[in-house]
């Protein structure tokens, strides 16, 4: 079985440029969330979607982060424009229940650097 | 809000010692607890849970009990190896106030066993 995929694995980018990350969950995981990890962090919840739905996004900087997840398969998350601090890991996790106790299963995520 | 703590790192530990990662946790009701790894380049993973008080998760040589009593759920393996070498975080989910689909995640502590 695939794991979570996520591209670019790396990307670097001068700050005020846009940035998009990609996230392809396991197959038949309806549950899908957008974490960002800061240096020495753990993750932080930004936004998590139920099939297309993006049921808690209250952790998103909604004035230059945007996400969708058309067709509740595969994501997008965006960032524009973005700042020197936006530099981390971006990561994306699906899992297959909602409500219970349940695994998420993690990307290998996205780095990225704002010059 | 409900937080995690956990021992600061960096460990380094020689093959074959004993490891203890401390974990405490502040969390209204009963949450559920983890531990997830993080291999270098690779996304999270599950290690162990536990769903209640006094149960113990394990996996992999590792073990952890959930002690209501002392808000923890320290990490715990009787003879570490050089594959162990990775960041462990410690987490929740599922409190009065953390739903079951949110992770709050400790910062993490990296381990590295030497041969």
């Known amino acids: 079985e695939a794991g979570v995929v996520q591209s670019p694995r790396y990307k670097i980018i001068e700050k005020k440029q846009p940035v998009a990350f990609w996230c392809n969950p396991i197959?038949?995981?309806?549950?899908l969330y957008w974490y960002l990890q800061n240096l020495g962090q753990g993750p932080e919840l930004l936004i998590r979607?139920?099939?297309?739905?993006?049921?808690?996004d209250s952790q998103l900087p909604k004035d230059r982060f945007s996400a969708e997840r058309l067709k509740g398969v595969d994501s997008t998350l965006k960032i524009q424009p973005a700042e020197l601090g936006d530099s981390a890991v971006y990561l994306c996790a699906s899992s297959s229940l909602a409500g219970v106790s349940n695994e998420q299963f993690f990307g290998p995520g996205t780095r990225l650097t704002v010059l | 809000g409900d937080s995690v703590t956990q021992m600061e790192g960096p460990v380094t530990l020689s093959e074959e010692a004993f490891l203890t990662i401390n974990c405490t946790y502040t969390a209204t009701g009963y949450p559920s607890l983890f531990w997830y790894v993080q291999y270098p380049g690779e996304g999270l993973q599950l290690l162990l849970k536990a769903t209640k008080a006094d149960d113990k998760g394990s996996n992999k040589g590792f073990e952890a009990t959930y002690r209501k009593e002392t808000t923890s759920f320290h990490l715990e393996k009787g003879s570490v190896q050089v594959s162990d070498s990775a960041v462990y975080f410690c987490?929740?989910?599922?409190?009065?106030?953390?739903?079951?689909?949110?992770?709050?995640f400790g910062p993490g502590t990296s381990l590295s066993v030497i041969p």
């Open positions: 979607y139920e099939n297309e739905e993006a049921v808690d």
């Open positions: 197959s038949g995981h309806n549950t």
């Open positions: 987490a929740l989910s599922g409190s009065m106030k953390t739903s079951y689909d949110k992770v709050i």
